[in-house]
Each structure stands twice: as C-alpha cells, then as structure tokens.
C-alpha cells in the first residue's frame, strides 16, 4: 500500500479480537486509514472467551481502553465486568478426585499457590523471592512463598476490592468481563465513534495480484471487498490464514485438546466475589472459574487420550451441581498447532486465527494488543512488506514459545503422578529455554531476564526445591533489608484487610450507579 493513499484495512471475523483490531487501528490512524470489518458466522467461540466469561490483564485498559479515550467505569458497567488480582492455583500438588476445595498438604496447609499481577519487589539487586529461598532453607520461615513475597494472597482470601472505596487504588488488577458484551461494547465504539465500516458473510475466495498479495476477497452472496491490508480474526476457522492462503499449521505436543464450558448462576450479595480467577488441578486435565456480579464461567480442559466427552461434561457438572441433560454445556475440540507463520503477504492472523494453544498457554487479548501495537509501529506499504512481515512473525513465535514455556513447566513441575495424564505430562519434553531455567534454579542461580514468572512456579510447586543464590551468604546488609521488606508486606497486608471494602461491596457500588453520558461519535482524541 502506499503511504500517500488512503490504505483499506479489512478484518475478518466477529469476534471479541476482530472488534478490538478494528478500534484499536481506527483510533490509532484515524481518517487516513479506512477499517471494515466483515462479520463472519461464529463457527466456534474463540479461545479467549470460552466459558463466556473473559480475563483482561491490568494492561489492557493502557493498551486499548485509553486509546479510545474510554473510562475504565465505563466499559467495566456495559460489560458486567468484576476485578480480578491474579490467578489462584488448586491442587495442583496432591492427587485425588476432581474437587474445587483445596486438599491439605503435608502439614495440613491446602494446597494452592496465587500468582498476582503486582511485580515481585526487588531487593539489593536480588529478587526478594531469592531470599525467601534463602529464609526457607534455613527454617527462618515456613510461610509459602505469594504469602512472603506480596501482599494480595489475604487480600483474595477475604474478596477484598483493589480499590477504596473512593476509587484508589490498592493493589495491580486486571478484569473479568462478559466476553459478548465487551465485543458488542467494541463494535458500536468502533462504529460509531471512529467510523469503522461493517459487512458481513463468509469469504470464499480472494483476488490476488501477480506476487500472491490479497486484493480483495468475495464472500458467497458475491460481495467483493477490496483491501490493502486483511486481518484473520475469525478464531480457530482461521478462514483466510488456512483457507484461503493454505498457510500450513505445525502440531506439536497437544498438552490439551477439548474444551468444555458453562455459565454458572451466581448471586455475588450472598456469597460475595472472588477477587480472582482459579485454575483447579483435576484427574484428567484442570478447571477454571472465573466470576462476575451475577454469574461464573467455568470450564475444563483436558485431553482426549484420557478422558471422553461425556466424562468431562459430567464432571463439569458435578463440580458446580448442575444436571448434564439441562445445563447449556459447550464443548469445543482443540487440536494444538499453530501456523508456521501469522503474517503471509498482506494477511495477518490475530488470536487463535494463529495459533490453538493450551489455555494455560494463552495470553488472550493482551497478546493481541501487544501484536496491534507492532503493526502500528510497524504499518507497512506494498513496496516494504516483507520486513515488517519478518519481524512480526518473530515476535510472535517468541511470544508463543514463553506462553507454551509456562504452561508446560506448570505441568512438568506439579508432583501429581497419580493418573496416567499427571505421569505423562510430567515427562513431557523441554525447550532449550526452559531446560536453562530449571538448571539455573537447581543450581541456586539468579534468574535470567524473562524467567521470573517461570521461577515463580518453580517455587510454590517445590518450594524446597533449589537452593539460594551463594552470594546471599556475603550480603549482610541485604538480608537485613530483605528481613525489613518482608515485615512491611506482612504490615501492608493487615492493613489492606482493614481498608479495604469487600469486592461485593465496590462492584455493586459501581455498577448501580447512574452511568455518564456517552461521548459524542469523534469525540477529541484518545489518551496515550
């Protein structure tokens, strides 16, 4: 395309990524750059909003919601959004039957670890988590290490909100939202306010020019749309990527393959809101829930080596008390995979359209965003395609590969061995990078760049596992500081709980009342 023309940027697809592509480029561009989005039936429901209920991580309000000038209170009401501090692991080290309660560990302390948003602090050049190893491995403590090391584990035990009530905030948050409203919320932002064009209907086929680049494509009432540029966010169809292009898709070692998912009633005055997602540990597989105000997505995921459909809907079921005939249960099948490349030409594939990963694996819209920020930095003409082509596609294989590292270390490094799928996925095969991590941890090395969030795992699932960086015996001083950090954690800690409302108490606070005009379609320009 050239930069002196007008460039027509098509998306394809309905989905929750198609609607955040064309706000975020539409605000990003604004009249120099012409957005439609052709709606395409949903043939399944994309990864991210399985369950129906989606995760949005604390950058997402940065990344999209300030670029379309849109307060946080006012997309979180239309969208019956909650808080989320982090994501809390059950069971991920005891075996025994699928239960949502945590099982005590040896010592009678259940078994859960909390992996918050808040960055783990910093001490005298060291992370505090190494001299909580330190700590650890000479019985000055036995507190785990999320419990040591920051102060949101209470704060999820007792639902308490990240903010005051006079909006403050406390603690990092991301957010739970009803993943069709927050498309449907998407889509008239990008419509009304930026003027984003709709069609809808399926492509079939795609006009090409003599280099193999996408001119425009033809859906099956004969609708032609033209392009310059064609984003696939049509989820795991992945009609232009696959389809129309032929793009090949790589498999790998499926650590999952099916989906099952439900809507949960809920009634958060009576039993208040998790402040968080869960990640449950079952037999077969794990199970997620997440809430909203008045209802909780659930789901599981397993694989189907081990476990059939009708075992893993009765079990869905059974954990939330639902009947099996009655509950609109969903299940989706997921072979691993992904494409060999996501930019091929002039079409980018976004999302799941990419790459069908293990959920552990997915790191949802925020993964998206982080793409749409390259291809803004990075927005191509037709006579320089191949190097930002080039250097998109890097990005996301290394992307992919620190997203596959942590799921597969979660399953690698739970203890469970006591079903055929615990003892496989215990055995399965390490990438060079995460090999590296787990030699550097055995051998008491400071984490590397990137491995914090690995290390992390690494010490709630063995936490007597590795022994402390050697220097820390020389640095008196530093382990004074470190004794002082971990009292004023415990000390913030007890007073979050006494500050804070419930997370019942904020939510029902904000969304009861009355919601502000809204602002006018072009209105001013969205905050950076």
């Given at each position: 395309?050239?930069?002196?023309?007008?460039?027509?940027?098509?998306?394809?697809?309905?989905?929750?990524?198609?609607?955040?592509?064309?706000?975020?480029?539409?605000?990003?561009?604004?009249?120099?750059?012409?957005?439609?989005?052709?709606?395409?039936?949903?043939?399944?429901?994309?990864?991210?909003?399985?369950?129906?209920?989606?995760?949005?991580?604390?950058?997402?309000?940065?990344?999209?919601?300030?670029?379309?000038?849109?307060?946080?209170?006012?997309?979180?009401?239309?969208?019956?959004?909650?808080?989320?501090?982090?994501?809390?692991?059950?069971?991920?080290?005891?075996?025994?039957?699928?239960?949502?309660?945590?099982?005590?560990?040896?010592?009678?302390?259940?078994?859960?670890?909390?992996?918050?948003?808040?960055?783990?602090?910093?001490?005298?050049?060291?992370?505090?988590?190494?001299?909580?190893?330190?700590?650890?491995?000479?019985?000055?403590?036995?507190?785990?290490?999320?419990?040591?090391?920051?102060?949101?584990?209470?704060?999820?035990?007792?639902?308490?909100?990240?903010?005051?009530?006079?909006?403050?905030?406390?603690?990092?948050?991301?957010?739970?939202?009803?993943?069709?409203?927050?498309?449907?919320?998407?889509?008239?932002?990008?419509?009304?306010?930026?003027?984003?064009?709709?069609?809808?209907?399926?492509?079939?086929?795609?006009?090409?020019?003599?280099?193999?680049?996408?001119?425009?494509?033809?859906?099956?009432?004969?609708?032609?749309?033209?392009?310059?540029?064609?984003?696939?966010?049509?989820?795991?169809?992945?009609?232009?990527?696959?389809?129309?292009?032929?793009?090949?898709?790589?498999?790998?070692?499926p650590l999952t393959d099916r989906t099952v998912t439900v809507s949960v009633p809920y009634d958060s005055?009576?039993?208040?809101?998790?402040?968080?997602?869960?990640?449950?540990?079952?037999?077969?597989?794990?199970?997620?829930?997440?809430?909203?105000?008045?209802?909780?997505?659930?789901?599981?995921?397993?694989?189907?080596?081990?476990?059939?459909e009708e075992r893993a809907v009765r079990t869905l079921c059974a954990l939330w008390g639902l009947r099996?005939?009655?509950?609109?249960?969903?299940?989706?099948?997921?072979?691993?995979?992904?494409?060999?490349?996501?930019?091929?030409?002039?079409?980018?594939?976004?999302?799941?359209?990419?790459?069908?990963?293990?959920?552990?694996?997915?790191?949802?819209?925020?993964?998206?965003?982080?793409?749409?920020?390259?291809?803004?930095?990075?927005?191509?003409?037709?006579?320089?395609?191949?190097?930002?082509?080039?250097?998109?596609?890097?990005?996301?294989?290394?992307?992919?590969?620190?997203?596959?590292?942590?799921?597969?270390?979660?399953?690698?490094?739970?203890?469970?061995?006591?079903?055929?799928?615990?003892?496989?996925?215990?055995?399965?095969?390490?990438?060079?990078?995460?090999?590296?991590?787990?030699?550097?941890?055995?051998?008491?090395?400071?984490?590397?760049?990137?491995?914090?969030?690995?290390?992390?795992?690494?010490?709630?699932?063995?936490?007597?596992?590795?022994?402390?960086?050697?220097?820390?015996?020389?640095?008196?001083?530093?382990?004074?500081?470190?004794?002082?950090?971990?009292?004023?954690?415990?000390?913030?800690?007890?007073?979050?709980?006494?500050?804070?409302?419930?997370?019942?108490?904020?939510?029902?606070?904000?969304?009861?009342?009355?919601?502000?005009?809204?602002?006018?379609?072009?209105?001013?320009?969205?905050?950076?």
């Amino acid at each position: 395309m050239d930069s002196l023309d007008t460039a027509e940027i098509v998306v394809v697809g309905g989905t929750l990524t198609a609607w955040a592509a064309a706000a975020r480029l539409a605000a990003a561009f604004g009249p120099a750059v012409g957005v439609t989005v052709l709606e395409t039936p949903r043939h399944t429901p994309a990864a991210d909003a399985t369950g129906r209920v989606v995760a949005l991580d604390p950058q997402v309000q940065r990344d999209l919601f300030d670029r379309l000038g849109v307060p946080e209170e006012t997309w979180m009401r239309a969208c019956s959004a909650s808080f989320t501090l982090g994501v809390r692991y059950v069971n991920w080290r005891t075996g025994g039957a699928a239960q949502l309660a945590p099982r005590p560990l040896i010592g009678h302390a259940p078994d859960r670890f909390d992996r918050p948003f808040a960055t783990l602090p910093e001490c005298e050049e060291f992370p505090l988590s190494e001299f909580w190893r330190l700590r650890r491995r000479t019985g000055e403590t036995v507190e785990p290490l999320d419990r040591a090391c920051f102060r949101e584990p209470p704060l999820l035990d007792a639902r308490r909100s990240p903010r005051w009530l006079d909006g403050r905030i406390a603690v990092p948050y991301g957010w739970h939202a009803d993943a069709e409203l927050l498309t449907r919320f998407l889509r008239r932002t990008a419509v009304q306010r930026f003027g984003v064009r709709t069609a809808r209907g399926v492509p079939l086929d795609a006009d090409r020019d003599g280099d193999g680049m996408l001119t425009a494509l033809r859906t099956a009432d004969g609708t032609r749309l033209a392009g310059d540029l064609f984003l696939d966010c049509t989820g795991p169809a992945s009609l232009l990527l696959s389809g129309v292009l032929r793009e090949p898709f790589t498999g790998g070692h499926p650590l999952t393959d099916r989906t099952v998912t439900v809507s949960v009633p809920y009634d958060s005055a009576v039993a208040g809101i998790e402040p968080n997602g869960t990640a449950t540990a079952l037999p077969f597989g794990w199970a997620w829930h997440r809430p909203l105000p008045d209802r909780i997505g659930a789901g599981l995921v397993c694989a189907s080596a081990w476990t059939d459909e009708e075992r893993a809907v009765r079990t869905l079921c059974a954990l939330w008390g639902l009947r099996p005939g009655v509950a609109d249960v969903r299940v989706q099948h997921r072979p691993g995979g992904a494409a060999r490349r996501a930019w091929v030409h002039n079409c980018v594939a976004l999302g799941s359209a990419a790459r069908s990963a293990d959920p552990l694996a997915d790191d949802g819209l925020v993964g998206v965003l982080r793409q749409l920020a390259r291809l803004v930095r990075d927005f191509p003409d037709r006579r320089h395609l191949s190097a930002p082509a080039d250097r998109f596609n890097r990005a996301a294989a290394a992307d992919a590969a620190a997203a596959d590292d942590l799921a597969r270390l979660l399953y690698r490094a739970a203890p469970r061995a006591d079903t055929p799928f615990w003892r496989t996925h215990g055995e399965l095969p390490l990438s060079d990078a995460l090999s590296a991590c787990l030699e550097g941890h055995r051998a008491g090395l400071t984490p590397e760049p990137g491995e914090l969030p690995l290390r992390m795992v690494l010490a709630a699932l063995d936490p007597r596992g590795g022994p402390p960086p050697a220097a820390l015996a020389h640095r008196t001083a530093a382990r004074r500081a470190a004794d002082a950090h971990f009292t004023r954690i415990r000390r913030q800690q007890r007073i979050l709980l006494e500050t804070l409302p419930s997370a019942h108490t904020y939510l029902h606070r904000l969304h009861t009342r009355r919601s502000p005009a809204p602002a006018l379609a072009g209105a001013g320009p969205a905050r950076t």
